[in-house]
């Protein structure tokens, strides 16, 4: 039974303090720490919140030790195994496996909402040929604020619904939109007729000059993919997500906002930097001085796709995204299969490598998914965006309960200041 408080001693005026432990339904206690600075004058420190719950929330699990991570109490690999993404996306949403009819709702709202606002289309324009995905992404989403005013009372839950089923449905056909900018090449528009991943497949890979035929291989691979990313607890983006929204602005903006913060290589960004660094490494023979800089901690080199704040064994969905990798390149008929062959044999190396061991360092979600990008012929620029796709599900998802939360207020931290003490205006003159 764990214990209901923790008893506080200021050293400097003896002051006790019992602050209140928390129990969820599963993993560590948390300490209640709200009445600290009124009681104690004194503030929590831990930058990059590593000892923090910023939040209750009923929504995701990860256990780091154990490397398992549950969406709403279902162990991902039974979601992986039998379940579909805009199944999954309704679980997060809503909390519970829907029946058929409510499946069925669902599934029809998002296909009706797939289309943009052809003046929204016009914005890629503005953009260069070469611009990178993730930013036309992020201000195109951004600007989903600018154009639906109708719907932005984030109080009311039929415009919370509303919101939800509108980005989750509009995002693949914005990252379509950015992909075709990036080639040239004209849009195309989405399908009703097709399900989520073929959708975004078709509006990927489809020309006016030819018919396209979606393949099912393809489209059960990118329906994994976007189960595995859909959710996952806190981390950075999410977090920005909260945060955004927690001063009430608009949920487009807060949506934007998340996109931004995925893109960096720490983050999302690390699955197109590990397709950059499998191809910089480029053979066998050359992984052990890649791993030698890696260890080395004069060298700002990484193992990208390596290591977790939070899973500290395998992150279960890097495993499933492994075994992924050899059905689709086999069935896709790909042999030339080199990346897989050398992220393979690095991973095997790496975790033989004392260092990766006693650091706890294993492939994450990103090591491998970029394998499986590649082979559907997307390049690397668009890995990220997959992953933004399929992470709206769990922004969304986050911010409606962060929302609806009658205790919620807005975030604002505080801090350690260790700058200069007060000291009076020199004017120019006397400098
Ligand atoms: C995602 O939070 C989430 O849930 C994120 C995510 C999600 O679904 O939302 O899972 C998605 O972002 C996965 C992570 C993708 N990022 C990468 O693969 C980039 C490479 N990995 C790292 O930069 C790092 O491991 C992080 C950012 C993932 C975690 O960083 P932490 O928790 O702040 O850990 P750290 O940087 O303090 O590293 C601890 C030690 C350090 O050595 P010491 O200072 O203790 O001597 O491990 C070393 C680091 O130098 N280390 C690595 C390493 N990662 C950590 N050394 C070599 N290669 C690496 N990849």
């Given at each position: 039974m764990s214990q209901d408080s923790f008893s506080l001693k200021n050293p400097n005026n003896g002051e006790t303090t019992d602050l209140q432990v928390r129990s969820g339904t599963v993993g560590p206690d948390v300490v209640d720490i709200r009445k600290l600075y009124a009681s104690q004058g004194v503030f929590t420190f831990d930058p990059g919140f590593a000892a923090t719950a910023s939040c209750e929330s009923k929504i995701t699990y990860i256990d780091g030790a154990q490397g398992v991570l549950m969406y709403r109490g279902y162990p991902i690999e039974q979601l992986a195994k039998q379940s579909s993404f805009v199944e999954v996306a309704y679980l997060l949403l809503y909390g519970e496996l829907p029946d058929g009819e409510q499946l069925a709702a669902f599934e029809q709202s998002i296909r009706l909402h797939t289309m943009i606002n052809e003046t929204m289309l016009r914005l890629f324009n503005g953009f260069h040929y070469d611009a990178h995905p993730m930013a036309m992404v992020a201000g195109v989403v951004g600007s989903m604020s600018a154009f639906y005013h109708d719907t932005t009372d984030i109080y009311d839950q039929r415009h919370r619904d509303i919101f939800a089923h509108r980005i989750i449905a509009k995002i693949p056909t914005i990252a379509a939109a950015a992909y075709k900018h990036t080639l040239g090449q004209p849009f195309s528009y989405p399908r009703n007729d097709l399900d989520y991943a073929s959708n975004l497949l078709h509006m990927f890979f489809a020309v006016p000059a030819e018919t396209y035929e979606i393949d099912p291989v393809a489209a059960e691979a990118l329906d994994l993919l976007f189960i595995l990313h859909a959710d996952h607890e806190q981390n950075c983006s999410t977090s920005t997500v909260r945060l955004a929204g927690s001063s009430g602005a608009n949920p487009y903006s807060a949506i934007a906002a998340g996109i931004a913060a995925l893109w960096g290589p720490a983050h999302g960004g690390a699955n197109e930097a590990v397709l950059t660094m499998l191809?910089?490494?480029?053979?066998?023979?050359?992984i052990e001085t890649y791993v030698a800089k890696a260890k080395d901690k004069d060298d700002p080199f990484r193992l990208m796709g390596f290591g977790h704040r939070v899973y500290k064994n395998f992150d279960p969905r890097a495993t499933l995204i492994r075994e992924a990798c050899h059905k689709v390149l086999a069935?896709?008929?790909?042999?030339?299969?080199?990346?897989?062959?050398?992220?393979?044999?690095?991973?095997?190396?790496?975790?033989?490598?004392?260092?990766?061991?006693?650091?706890?360092?294993?492939?994450?979600?990103?090591?491998?998914?970029?394998?499986?990008?590649?082979?559907?012929?997307?390049?690397?620029?668009m890995f990220t965006v997959m992953f933004a796709i399929a992470r709206t599900v769990g922004w969304v998802s986050q911010w409606r309960e962060m929302i609806a939360d009658p205790d919620g207020r807005i975030g604002r931290p505080r801090q350690l200041y260790t700058g200069p003490p007060k000291r009076d205006y020199v004017p120019i003159t006397e400098r």
């Amino acid at each position: 039974m764990s214990q209901d408080s923790f008893s506080l001693k200021n050293p400097n005026n003896g002051e006790t303090t019992d602050l209140q432990v928390r129990s969820g339904t599963v993993g560590p206690d948390v300490v209640d720490i709200r009445k600290l600075y009124a009681s104690q004058g004194v503030f929590t420190f831990d930058p990059g919140f590593a000892a923090t719950a910023s939040c209750e929330s009923k929504i995701t699990y990860i256990d780091g030790a154990q490397g398992v991570l549950m969406y709403r109490g279902y162990p991902i690999e039974q979601l992986a195994k039998q379940s579909s993404f805009v199944e999954v996306a309704y679980l997060l949403l809503y909390g519970e496996l829907p029946d058929g009819e409510q499946l069925a709702a669902f599934e029809q709202s998002i296909r009706l909402h797939t289309m943009i606002n052809e003046t929204m289309l016009r914005l890629f324009n503005g953009f260069h040929y070469d611009a990178h995905p993730m930013a036309m992404v992020a201000g195109v989403v951004g600007s989903m604020s600018a154009f639906y005013h109708d719907t932005t009372d984030i109080y009311d839950q039929r415009h919370r619904d509303i919101f939800a089923h509108r980005i989750i449905a509009k995002i693949p056909t914005i990252a379509a939109a950015a992909y075709k900018h990036t080639l040239g090449q004209p849009f195309s528009y989405p399908r009703n007729d097709l399900d989520y991943a073929s959708n975004l497949l078709h509006m990927f890979f489809a020309v006016p000059a030819e018919t396209y035929e979606i393949d099912p291989v393809a489209a059960e691979a990118l329906d994994l993919l976007f189960i595995l990313h859909a959710d996952h607890e806190q981390n950075c983006s999410t977090s920005t997500v909260r945060l955004a929204g927690s001063s009430g602005a608009n949920p487009y903006s807060a949506i934007a906002a998340g996109i931004a913060a995925l893109w960096g290589p720490a983050h999302g960004g690390a699955n197109e930097a590990v397709l950059t660094m499998l191809q910089e490494i480029g053979s066998v023979d050359r992984i052990e001085t890649y791993v030698a800089k890696a260890k080395d901690k004069d060298d700002p080199f990484r193992l990208m796709g390596f290591g977790h704040r939070v899973y500290k064994n395998f992150d279960p969905r890097a495993t499933l995204i492994r075994e992924a990798c050899h059905k689709v390149l086999a069935r896709l008929g790909r042999v030339d299969t080199p990346l897989f062959d050398l992220a393979l044999r690095l991973e095997e190396i790496a975790l033989q490598d004392e260092y990766f061991i006693e650091k706890k360092l294993y492939p994450n979600v990103d090591f491998y998914s970029g394998i499986i990008y590649r082979a559907l012929g997307l390049p690397t620029s668009m890995f990220t965006v997959m992953f933004a796709i399929a992470r709206t599900v769990g922004w969304v998802s986050q911010w409606r309960e962060m929302i609806a939360d009658p205790d919620g207020r807005i975030g604002r931290p505080r801090q350690l200041y260790t700058g200069p003490p007060k000291r009076d205006y020199v004017p120019i003159t006397e400098r």
